[in-house]
């Protein structure tokens, strides 16, 4: 067993030592003197998006400041409304309309660093690295990344205005691996299609290239390994120059120098001008008016149709996972308590191994190593990952369960006629699912529950909705409260159907009934 996990783990740590070979220079600029700052973050905590320049950044310029990082820049500003940071560190236009849209936040007038934005491609892909840097030249030289700047970088209400373009629809797609939660860079807009510069960026260099796009979305920490795993062709997503991501991934020249800024709470530093952040056109408290949270988060652009899907694709995996894993979970319970060796040891590894590997490690590993190189569902992967962990968790409940029920009632049922398996199905198995059903309701809830982190691998459930939604309306609690009540309903549904399902297998019940 310890051979097995020991194993496992190498083979992680080589893949990333191996992935990681290469060094190159970082392409970074620092702007205001420390002394200089209208703010200092030494001592403070400060939030930042995983997977960022900026927690690198903050650990060199503020060595005394507690860096915490969040899943999203969204997840950070939630962090600091609610006291647990003191500044948020993030790129300039994504911090103008947090501020923009949350009165108790304001934008320091100070820029920590000057980043080269530019589009990874994977290593070894030379030919489509020098066709995206021509292509890159030509657009800078004709005045196209320029104006698409002023499109779509506005510092005002006026919308965006975006471009029509002819996109090829027959060939081999460009699949573009993008953090669709980055407004203005990337979002998704009122028809659910990926928005924005980075999103016209990649539509511009499909058509020069005469391929279709294909957006592959997925959280901004698993866009690199999505993008050396084979899933997609670019990474296209407000992307800073690192010496560190140089040794994954190669860069095309910059399409945008980026400026890092802080966010801070009201009573913070200097902030700038209100006519500067917008922050003049918003006069409510901290939660906001509960009828223009849910206007804004649910009505406006027909957002709750993003809810109603991401819904039905975490009850489809949470049911499908149920399903799938109470099978493989049984299977797993009989060669546990078989007598034959080999098969006990090897259920005895499995139940070791799933139930020592956190879930998050388990659905990255099978949708970026094991499945690398098949064009699978992302869907069917995480289906695949949770049973295969629920399976480990079942087969323990069902042996307990089993191993429960009084030997004499077996040996009573042989000794009446019945064979084995009449004696197991008609005698020991009710008792056991009577014995095993409390246990059971709560592993499925969990499972419920768990199902939140497939967005790592570019699923769009429930938690990933509400994600799109703070992207895109800068609320950080509602979008978070509307989704903890659905989770809530479908807790309770589920304990509601199982506890129905108790009652019904409960022979006392069945006893009365009779009787």
């Known amino acids: 067993?310890?051979?097995?996990?020991?194993?496992?783990?190498?083979?992680?740590?080589?893949?990333?030592?191996?992935?990681?070979?290469?060094?190159?220079?970082?392409?970074?600029e620092a702007v205001t003197p420390h002394d200089q700052l209208s703010i200092d973050l030494n001592k403070s905590k400060v939030g930042v998006m995983t997977g960022s320049i900026n927690e690198q950044l903050?650990?060199?310029?503020?060595?005394?400041?507690?860096?915490?990082?969040?899943?999203?820049?969204?997840?950070?500003?939630?962090?600091?409304?609610?006291?647990?940071?003191?500044?948020?560190?993030?790129?300039?236009?994504?911090?103008?309309?947090?501020?923009?849209?949350?009165?108790?936040?304001?934008?320091?007038?100070?820029?920590?660093?000057?980043?080269?934005?530019?589009?990874?491609?994977?290593?070894?892909?030379?030919?489509?690295?020098?066709?995206?840097?021509?292509?890159?030249?030509?657009?800078?030289?004709?005045?196209?990344?320029?104006?698409?700047?002023?499109?779509?970088?506005?510092?005002?209400?006026?919308?965006?205005?975006?471009?029509?373009?002819?996109?090829?629809?027959?060939?081999?797609?460009?699949?573009?691996?993008?953090?669709?939660?980055?407004?203005?860079?990337c979002f998704k807009d009122a028809s659910g299609r990926v928005a924005g510069l980075d999103s016209e960026l990649a539509q511009r260099l499909a058509v020069q290239l005469g391929r279709p796009v294909e957006f592959y979305d997925a959280k901004f920490s698993a866009l690199i390994p999505a993008l050396q795993s084979g899933k997609a062709d670019v990474v296209i997503s407000m992307m800073s120059i690192t010496e560190e991501r140089q040794k994954s991934v190669n860069f095309t020249i910059p399409y945008?120098?980026?400026?890092?800024?802080?966010?801070?709470?009201?009573?913070?530093?200097?902030?700038?001008?209100?006519?500067?952040?917008?922050?003049?056109?918003?006069?409510?408290?901290?939660?906001?008016?509960?009828?223009?949270?849910?206007?804004?988060?649910?009505?406006?652009?027909?957002?709750?149709?993003?809810?109603?899907?991401?819904?039905?694709?975490?009850?489809?995996?949470?049911?499908?996972?149920?399903?799938?894993?109470?099978?493989?979970?049984?299977?797993?319970?009989?060669?546990?308590?078989?007598?034959?060796?080999?098969?006990?040891?090897?259920?005895?590894?499995?139940?070791?191994?799933?139930?020592?590997?956190?879930?998050?490690?388990?659905?990255?590993?099978?949708?970026?190593?094991?499945?690398?190189?098949?064009?699978?569902?992302?869907i069917l992967v995480a289906v695949i990952a949770f049973a295969l962990n629920f399976a480990a968790y079942a087969s323990e409940m069902f042996r307990a369960a089993i191993s429960s029920v009084d030997k004499g009632q077996a040996e009573a049922g042989i000794a009446g006629g019945f064979t084995g398996f009449q004696t197991f199905f008609y005698i020991v198995l009710p008792q056991a699912v009577k014995q095993v059903l409390p246990v059971y309701k709560g592993e499925l809830i969990s499972l419920a529950k768990m199902t939140s982190i497939v967005g790592y691998i570019a699923v769009q459930d429930l938690t990933k909705a509400s994600d799109i939604i703070r992207s895109r309306t800068f609320d950080a609690f509602f979008p978070l409260l509307m989704v903890a009540v659905l989770y809530f309903l479908i807790s309770w549904l589920l304990l509601l159907m199982l506890e129905g399902i108790e009652r019904k297998t409960d022979p006392k019940r069945k006893r009365k009934k009779v009787l």
């Not at 939630?78 to 948020?88: M, N, P, S």
């Not at 030249?137 to 005002?156: H, P, Q, V």
């Open 58 to 185: 903050v650990r060199e310029q503020f060595g005394s400041a507690t860096v915490q990082s969040y899943d999203s820049t969204m997840d950070a500003v939630t962090a600091l409304k609610a006291g647990h940071v003191e500044a948020v560190v993030t790129s300039y236009p994504t911090a103008w309309n947090v501020a923009k849209n949350n009165r108790d936040l304001k934008l320091l007038p100070d820029v920590l660093q000057l980043d080269d934005t530019a589009i990874a491609v994977q290593k070894g892909n030379v030919q489509l690295l020098e066709q995206l840097n021509a292509i890159l030249d030509e657009l800078t030289a004709s005045g196209t990344l320029e104006d698409m700047e002023r499109r779509w970088l506005k510092e005002d209400f006026t919308p965006y205005e975006p471009a029509r373009l002819e996109v090829p629809q027959a060939g081999k797609p460009l699949r573009v691996a993008v953090d669709p939660t980055r407004e203005p860079f």
């Open 256 to 378: 945008y120098k980026q400026k890092v800024v802080i966010l801070v709470r009201t009573g913070s530093g200097s902030a700038l001008p209100a006519s500067e952040t917008g922050q003049s056109a918003f006069g409510e408290p901290l939660f906001g008016s509960i009828s223009r949270s849910f206007y804004n988060n649910i009505i406006l652009e027909n957002r709750y149709l993003l809810i109603i899907d991401g819904l039905k694709v975490t009850l489809l995996i949470t049911f499908l996972s149920c399903i799938l894993g109470t099978l493989l979970g049984a299977l797993v319970c009989f060669m546990r308590m078989s007598r034959r060796r080999v098969l006990k040891r090897f259920a005895q590894g499995y139940i070791a191994l799933l139930r020592g590997t956190p879930v998050l490690v388990l659905l990255m590993f099978i949708f970026y190593v094991v499945f690398a190189s098949v064009n699978i569902n992302p």
């Open 1 to 28: 067993m310890r051979k097995a996990l020991a194993l496992f783990w190498a083979v992680l740590i080589l893949w990333g030592t191996l992935s990681g070979l290469g060094l190159a220079a970082t392409r970074t």
